[in-house]
């Protein structure tokens, strides 16, 4: 039976959850949260499905002897690949960020194209090719795998060689508009790629297009939409508003499955960009899974 007083799991491959996270503490703040960042085995972009399969149901066996009340996926690559064989196996709610990033892009309705960044694996597994079709078949979903996003992020690269990112951005955005040169929509497929949104955008107008005219859906903000339709939230009366801060509760628990050295500074650096997370001062516990 769910304990509706419990934590809500959360996890991703490594940090890049965290976006997922403050997003939701924002709204929510009341509630309490166990993070889990699979450090050993990050990144899962570059992983086969069986391998994330196997990883995703230890940390979710995990997650439930915690006594969770509910299960966040925070990582698309998770969700592509591994989110059907988590929910048909445990009697939880599990959610991943798919249905509910297409159902925020698909929220203007004169779309008629989105592009979707994405790691390898969610790119090649068309989860959200499969979302969409099923929800219309008057959408063009154009993909393109950007591999080299994360290591910036985790190796903490966000504020210094912005010239570098804006450069691989480029190469990577210059082949989604030339397959599709009307993308009004660009869902960040992956929980780290919203930390690097400015150096997208900059990308976007330095290839001429006006990233002004694009709605980028983060899976943070989309996952608000009907996570309390899946999850039960305790106390929906605290809602703060976008513009303030979120803060943790030292109730919230942070475990890697390696050592992190530059957790705290890195998680810092990842949610302070964000501007939606004050006061990281947890050290994670390393849980061998
Ligand atoms: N968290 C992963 C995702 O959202 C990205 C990092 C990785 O490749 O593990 O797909």
Same mark, same amino acid.
Not at 63 to 69: A, D, E, Q
Not at 256 to 264: A, E, G, K, R, Y
């Given at each position: 039976m769910t304990n509706y007083n419990g934590k809500i799991g959360i996890f991703d491959s490594g940090l890049g959850g965290l976006t997922v996270l403050s997003s939701i503490k /924002? !709204?929510?703040?009341k509630e309490k949260f166990l993070y889990v960042g699979d450090t050993a085995f990050l990144p899962y972009g570059s992983k086969t499905a069986d391998t994330i399969i196997n990883r995703t149901h230890k940390i979710v066996k995990f997650?439930?002897? /915690? !006594?969770?009340?509910g299960i966040i996926v925070a990582c698309n690559s998770a969700s592509s690949v591994a989110l059907k064989s988590l929910q048909a196996a445990y009697d939880i709610p599990i959610i991943g960020v798919i249905e509910s990033s297409i159902t925020l892009a698909l929220k203007n309705q004169s779309i008629k194209s989105i592009g979707l960044l994405g790691t390898t694996t969610t790119v090649n597994s068309k989860a959200y090719e499969n979302v969409l079709t099923a929800k219309t078949k008057s959408v063009t979903l154009s993909s393109i795998a950007c591999p080299l996003f994360v290591p910036l992020v985790e190796e903490g690269w966000i504020n210094k060689n912005t010239q570098i990112i804006s450069t691989i951005a480029q190469e990577y955005l210059a082949s989604l508009?030339?397959?599709n040169q009307k993308i009004e929509s660009i869902i960040l497929g992956c929980t780290h790629y919203p930390i690097l949104l400015t150096q997208i955008k900059k990308a976007i107008d330095q290839?001429?297009?006006d990233a002004n005219e694009i709605d980028f859906i983060d899976n943070g903000t989309a996952i608000l939409e009907d996570l309390n339709h899946h999850i039960h939230i305790n106390d929906e009366n605290h809602y703060i508003k976008s513009n303030n801060l979120a803060v943790l509760d030292t109730e919230d628990e942070f475990y890697?499955?390696?050592?992190?050295?530059?957790?705290?500074s890195l998680s810092s650096n990842i949610l302070n960009s964000n501007s939606s997370i004050k006061n990281i001062n947890t050290e994670p516990q390393i849980l061998s899974l």
């Open positions: /924002k !709204k929510y703040p997650l439930i002897s /915690k !006594k969770v009340k508009f030339n397959k290839l001429g297009y890697v499955t390696d050592s992190q050295p530059n957790f705290i």
